[in-house]
């Protein structure tokens, strides 16, 4: 049995939880004092049930909003939660975290370890603590009760990375104690960053949707009916803008299918509309789409994956059209300037740096 704290009490965080409970880890399940509500149930059943894909009873052995009770003596920490939950939680455990420990984004949405680093160092955290950010969740799945959740599918692989780069392959030794050969190792959150794939596919199916979002309150499937082919041409062109700053940064990516094949297998359906049109693990389960535009399609991706993208990729002079065009909409839509509250420069301290010095924070870190 291993210790491992993980952060978030949403569909993802709980899902870890019982899934590693499960298997007989000791599982430390902690979020802020403003979730109490979430954990109150799992706390009185001593943890939480597992359907569909696995099943079976996982137990939690600590549920807490205590964050130094949390992490004390762990040295995994698995934060899962929207990018816009990274920067609290890097000040919550700011006063807690010790060096030797690996804290680990489920994902980083984009450049998310790096924003975490600088919030730990901006709340006077020194330590010489390891920063790794995973390209997406392992799990697709979703807490469907108070002591239950449902999961969909497990990836088959997860890519994943470090900031300091070089200190990957001995995060991964660590991190394979909770998930036996599931870890690929990335060269550094450049490529982690580039590889999450909900930038693909999220912002540009809630704008081209909006006005059903809107009227019948996500009530449709939006995979299976809200990413219709021209929908998905404009997926494409996003994942094209993706690539081009990939090769431009000297670190070239692979297609958004491709990532998709490697998780959910498939290859026989060859087109992006083929492939969601269909997707048993996306999609015909019933209504799926944002009930309202407060949604993390559009509140994390856009802010959080977004909006980073086409900053970085002015400083290395990559043209993103559709991108700049999503966050305009979407900006609009919701009635906040996206670019100001999200990942700027400024915020992952990269403002005012050359390409070069801007690829050494990713690499070096500190």
């Known amino acids: 049995m291993s210790k491992v704290a993980i952060l978030g009490s949403g569909h993802g965080a709980c899902t870890y939880a019982a899934y590693l409970g499960k298997r007989g880890h000791e599982v430390h399940l902690c979020d802020s004092e403003q979730f109490k509500d979430n954990l109150t149930a799992i706390k009185e059943a001593g943890g939480m049930e597992l359907t569909h894909a696995d099943t079976g009873f996982g137990g939690i052995s600590m ?24 920067s ?30 600088n919030t730990l160092r901006e709340c006077g955290n020194g330590e010489d603590v390891t920063i790794c950010e995973t390209a997406s969740n392992i799990f697709a799945c979703r807490r469907v ?60 199916g809630a704008a081209l949707n909006l006005g059903r979002i809107e009227d019948t309150k996500g009530n449709f499937d939006f995979y299976w009916e809200g990413l219709s082919p021209g929908v998905c041409r404009n997926a494409l062109a996003v994942d094209a803008e993706r690539m081009a700053l990939g090769a ?32 048993e693990v996306h999609g015909g389960i019933g209504p799926s789409a944002p009930a309202s535009l407060n949604h993390r399609y559009i509140t994390e991706d856009i802010p959080y994956a ?14 993103t059209p559709h991108m700049d065009a999503l966050i ?5 839509a919701c009635n906040e300037d996206f670019r100001k509250t999200g990942r700027s420069l400024e915020r ?11 690829i050494h924070r990713f690499t070096g870190g500190r």
Do not use: C, W
Request: aromatic share 10%; charged share 15%.
């Open 88 to 117: 609290p939680m890097a000040k919550a455990l700011a006063p807690h975290l010790t060096k030797d420990q690996i804290v680990v984004l489920n994902p980083g949405s984009v450049f998310g370890a790096l924003e975490f680093l």
């Open 248 to 279: 431009a940064m000297g670190f070239s990516q692979i297609p958004g299918m491709e990532i998709f094949y490697r998780y959910y297998g498939h290859r026989e359906r060859p087109t992006f509309y083929d492939f969601f049109h269909h997707s």
């Open 145 to 204: 009760g108070p002591t239950t959740v449902r999961i969909s599918a497990v990836k088959n692989q997860i890519e994943i990375a470090s900031l300091p780069a070089d200190r990957i392959s001995d995060a991964i030794k660590k991190l394979e104690v909770f998930f036996p050969k599931l870890y690929v190792a990335l060269p550094n959150v450049i490529y982690s960053s580039l590889m999450y794939t909900n930038l693909i596919v999220h912002p540009v």
């Open 328 to 332: 305009t909409i979407l900006s609009t």
């Open 306 to 319: 977004l909006v980073p993208l086409s900053e970085v990729s002015k400083v290395f002079g990559v043209p």
């Open 63 to 86: 549920v807490t909003t205590d964050f130094s009770e949390a992490v004390r003596d762990v040295e995994v920490i698995m934060i899962v939660v929207p990018g816009f939950g990274h």
């Open 348 to 358: 992952l301290g990269l403002s005012g740096l050359s390409p070069e010095e801007v």
